[in-house]
C-alpha cells in the first residue's frame, strides 16, 4: 500500500501518521521527494481501510500495490536511486563504468589494465577472483590471492572494485576489501546468500539469472533489500534464448520496463550478453540510448592469451576509443560520465 502525502503537511502531522500506522505493526519505506512525501506500507494491509486513510487531511492518496516486491518498487520510491560508492556515482543521472579483466590472472595484468582504464575514464574496477566456469577444468580464479591484487590496483588507480562472490564463506573478506560485491546470474535466487548480503553495509550489484524474468530478478533485489541493505544495482547480462550466435541474448527492453518498476540503477554488460568484442560497442551505445545507468565492460591487454573469456574482451585501446564515444551519448542523454 501506498500512501502520498501532501508536501505542504506539517512535520507533526506526518510524525503522527506514521506513529499510527507502525502501531498497526507496519513497516514504513519513508521516501521525501520535491512534490510528495510517499509512504510505502510493508506487511498485512488486509485490516486497513483505505477509505479511512484518504479521510485524513493531510493525505493526498492512498494506492494498493499489487506487485510482491516493495522495497524495490518505484511507487515506493518515485525518485531514481542514487549511490555513491567510494567517490564513484551511479544512477540518478550518473553514469557509471565498471571496466577490467574477466578475471585477476597476475599483479602485471591487473595493474596495467586497471592504470589503464582508469586513464580512458572509467569509474570503477572490475576483477574476478573467484569465477564460476561451466567446466570444473577451466580456471577457477586466484581466490583471496586475487583481491589481495585487485587492491594493489586500487591502491594504484583510486578506482573502487567491483568483484563477485561464490560463496558467504568469504562473506567478510568482501566486505572489508571489495566495494561492490557482484552477485552472478548463477547465483540470483540464491536466497540464502542474497539474505546474507542484505545484513551487510556493502553495495551489491545483482546479474539477473540467464533464465530469470524481470519480476523474478526484483524479487532476488527484495531479498537483499528487506534485511536493511538498500543500494542494490542491478545488471541486465543477457538471457538464454533459442539463439545460438551469440553468448546470450541482450535483452535492451529490460532496461525500460526495470526502469517503469524499479527506482534501482540499472547497468548493461555487453560483454557477457553477446561474447563478442567487436558486438561490445553497438551494444554499449545501444545501453546508453535505452536509459541504462552505466556499463560493465570486459577489458584486457593481451585477451588471446586470457584465461578466460579473451573473445569478448577489449583491448585497452579499444576501450579508450569507446569511452570518449560512449561521452557523447551520454551527454545527449542527460547523463553525466567521468
Not at 483505505?50 to 524495490?72: G, N, T
Not at 536466497?191 to 532476488?220: D, Q, V, Y
Amino acid at each position: 500500500m501506498i500512501i502520498v502525502v501532501k508536501s505542504t503537511a506539517p512535520r507533526q502531522e506526518v510524525e503522527k501518521l506514521k506513529d499510527m500506522l507502525q502501531k498497526r505493526g507496519m513497516e514504513i519505506n519513508y521516501s521525501e521527494g520535491v512534490d510528495h512525501i510517499v509512504m510505502g506500507l510493508i506487511g498485512d494491509t488486509r485490516s486497513i481501510d483505505v477509505d479511512s486513510l484518504a479521510s485524513i487531511e493531510i493525505v493526498e492518496k492512498v494506492l494498493r500495490v499489487q506487485e510482491p516486491y516493495k522495497k524495490a518498487n518505484r511507487s515506493f520510491h518515485p525518485e531514481d536511486s542514487r549511490f555513491d560508492i567510494g567517490g564513484g556515482l551511479i544512477g540518478g543521472g550518473a553514469f557509471a563504468v565498471m571496466a577490467g579483466p574477466c578475471s585477476v590472472e597476475s599483479e602485471e595484468q591487473v595493474l596495467e589494465v586497471a592504470k589503464r582504464v582508469k586513464k580512458s575514464g572509467a569509474t570503477f574496477l572490475r576483477g574476478g577472483a573467484f569465477k564460476p566456469r561451466t567446466s570444473p577444468y577451466s580456471f577457477q580464479g586466484m581466490g583471496l590471492d586475487g583481491l589481495e591484487l585487485l587492491l594493489l590496483a586500487k591502491a594504484e588507480t583510486g578506482l573502487p572494485i567491483v568483484s563477485e562472490i561464490m560463496s558467504t564463506e568469504y562473506l567478510d573478506e568482501f566486505v572489508e576489501k571489495v566495494d561492490i560485491i557482484q552477485v552472478g546470474a548463477r547465483n540470483m535466487q540464491n536466497f540464502a546468500m542474497l539474505t546474507e548480503l542484505g545484513k551487510c553495509n556493502k553495495p551489491i550489484l545483482l546479474k539477473r539469472g540467464m533464465c530469470a524474468t524481470i519480476e523474478e530478478w526484483l524479487m532476488s533485489a527484495e531479498y537483499i533489500m528487506k534485511e536493511g541493505n538498500e543500494e542494490v544495482i542491478l545488471c541486465e547480462r543477457g538471457i538464454r534464448t533459442f539463439e545460438t550466435f551469440t553468448r546470450n541474448t541482450l535483452d535492451l527492453s529490460a532496461i525500460p520496463a526495470i526502469k517503469k518498476k524499479s527506482h534501482l540503477p540499472i547497468v548493461v554488460d555487453p560483454s557477457h550478453s553477446t561474447g563478442m568484442w567487436w558486438m561490445v560497442e553497438s551494444m554499449a551505445k545501444a545501453a546508453v540510448a535505452a536509459g541504462a545507468d552505466g556499463l560493465m565492460i570486459e577489458v584486457h591487454n593481451a585477451p588471446e592469451a586470457a584465461l578466460c573469456d579473451g573473445a569478448q574482451s577489449l583491448k585497452p585501446d579499444k576501450f579508450d576509443q569507446l569511452m570518449d564515444t560512449l561521452e557523447k551519448y551520454t551527454q545527449l542523454e542527460g547523463k553525466v560520465l567521468r
